[in-house]
């Protein structure tokens, strides 16, 4: 079957260092792969998307990696700030199908 | 408006009666997705619509469960006879189809649905 996995502990960090969140996925082949922010009881809010053929993508300190080998994504926050506390989601879409398959998420708390 | 409008925000129901959320989604996005989200759970795929096309029934989880869209714009989704497992919180969003399915989701703020 069709897995999202991302680690299901919180990522606690100091303010000013690099948070590093995994997204793995299993029998999925992905044309691209999405990161959402999602803050309590809000709607998830869209961060990124990164294609197959992409290795690295950037927007301000935010990055994203995309391994298709590996079947897996990192997802950097540089220079973390407490604002940068919330709960990270990925998401793929299915082989077949429209819908868009979210990852339970990873909750990152940056401490001033 | 803005952005994806679902009403309402919050919604305490008893066993066994019928409830209705509604969505509101961002002017000119043809694509609607319904998706349920659980006390500490991922969010789980419901329904979709695109256009005048067959919606994606595939999420449902139970024929309690019915989704419509009129006009290709505001959708409903009704939940019959609602159970205590009913309770999360029913998140609504739209995109744009854009060249190779690419179209990010815009999210609205979601109803909470408690059943007591």
């Known amino acids: 079957s069709q897995k999202i996995e991302q680690n299901s502990e919180a990522l606690n960090i100091q303010e000013g260092k690099t948070a590093t969140l995994t997204c793995n996925y299993t029998?999925?082949?992905?044309?691209?792969l999405q990161w959402y922010r999602q803050d309590p009881g809000r709607g998830p809010v869209f961060l990124l998307l990164?294609?197959?053929?992409?290795k690295e993508k950037r927007k301000e300190r935010l990055k994203v990696t995309f391994d298709t080998t590996l079947k897996q994504s990192l997802f950097h926050i540089t220079a973390s700030q407490p604002a940068d506390s919330a709960t990270y989601l990925c998401?793929?879409?299915?082989?077949?199908?429209?819908?868009?398959?979210f990852g339970k998420g990873t909750s990152l708390l940056v401490t001033p | 408006g803005a952005g994806v409008s679902q009403s309402p925000s919050n919604k305490v129901t008893e066993k066994g009666k019928d409830v209705e959320l509604r969505c509101d989604p961002i002017?000119?996005?043809?694509?609607l997705y319904w998706y349920r989200q659980s006390l500490g759970q991922g969010l789980e795929f419901l329904i979709y619509?695109?256009?005048?096309?067959?919606?994606?029934k595939s999420g449902l989880p139970s024929d309690r469960f019915s989704a419509e869209r009129t006009g290709g714009s505001v959708s409903t989704l009704t939940i019959q006879r609602t159970q205590q497992e009913d309770s999360a919180v029913y998140l609504c969003?739209?995109?744009?189809?854009?060249?190779?399915?690419?179209?990010?989701?815009?999210f609205g703020e979601g109803s909470r649905l408690t059943v007591l």
């Open positions: 998401a793929l879409r299915p082989n077949s199908g429209y819908a868009l398959n």
């Open positions: 029998n999925y082949s992905p044309a691209y």
């Open positions: 990164i294609r197959e053929n992409e």
């Open positions: 002017s000119g996005h043809t694509a």
């Open positions: 619509f695109q256009g005048n096309s067959a919606p994606d």
């Open positions: 969003a739209s995109s744009l189809v854009r060249t190779l399915n690419t179209g990010e989701l815009f």
